[in-house]
């Protein structure tokens, strides 16, 4: 079974604090996603990368970076956390070898910056 | 730019009852992937259902079946004999390449 995991469930920051959401996967996925969710929103695509050292700006990517340095890797980071960006966050992979289109989610870290 | 829609915030059935929850898209292209995902309390977004746009045959998954209509953009999702357990959060997707567009999420929740 494909394996999505994030480094922490629940974390609380202060603002302009720097906040690293890890994401790692176990199946070689070349494709890897950072959502938000917010209430009413569903989910909004922060950034992706379909390679190593490669990433793609999402639809909603002002005050986020994003780095992959290996395969399996995926951070998202906040260089100065804001309160506007408490939220749920939630990364996904997807690779050639599976069923179409078909991204597998890790269980989300929800973020909370006062 | 590809968007979906999902008009029903919160939808309620009774346990053993059929439910359908609504999603509508916009798109000019032709080939592309619809799915349900579904988001219990747990938070893990689990895959319900996909449906790929060339294929005229409603996908179907045991008690989760869609009704795939292309020319009007709409993809619903029928759950029959629904379970204590199909109470979640659902979100219908639209992909084409590797990106997924959701809409905003329906609140199922069944009834005892």
């Known amino acids: 079974d494909v394996k999505v995991t994030q480094s922490s469930r629940y974390l609380v920051k202060r603002t302009g604090e720097k906040v690293f959401l890890e994401c790692v996967q176990d199946m070689d996925h070349e494709n890897m996603f950072w959502y938000r969710q917010d209430p009413g929103l569903g989910l909004r695509l922060i950034y992706f990368?379909?390679?190593?050292?490669?990433?793609e700006k999402g639809d909603i990517p002002e005050g986020y970076s994003v780095s992959r340095e290996k395969k399996e890797r995926f951070s998202l980071i906040l260089e100065s956390a804001s309160t506007n960006q408490t939220s749920m966050y939630l990364c996904?992979?997807?690779?050639?070898?599976?069923?179409?289109?078909?991204?597998?989610f890790g269980p989300g870290t929800r973020l909370t910056v006062l | 730019a590809q968007t979906v829609t999902q008009s029903q915030p919160e939808m309620s059935v009774q346990e053993a009852e059929t439910v359908t929850l609504s999603c509508t898209y916009d798109t000019s292209e032709s080939d592309y992937y619809l799915f349900w995902y579904k988001q219990p309390p747990s938070r893990q977004m689990i895959l319900v259902i996909r449906?790929?746009?060339?294929?005229?045959q409603n996908a179907t998954e045991n008690r989760f079946s869609v009704n795939f209509q292309k020319a009007a953009k709409s993809f619903s999702l029928k759950i029959s004999d629904s379970q204590l357990g199909d109470a979640a959060m659902y979100f219908c997707?639209?992909?084409?390449?590797?990106?997924?567009?959701f809409g905003e999420g329906t609140q199922l929740t069944v009834n005892p």
């Open positions: 997707a639209y992909a084409s390449g590797s990106r997924l567009t």
């Open positions: 990368s379909y390679d190593v050292k490669m990433k």
């Open positions: 449906q790929e746009a060339y294929k005229q």
């Open positions: 996904a992979s997807w690779g050639r070898g599976t069923a179409e289109n078909e991204q597998f």
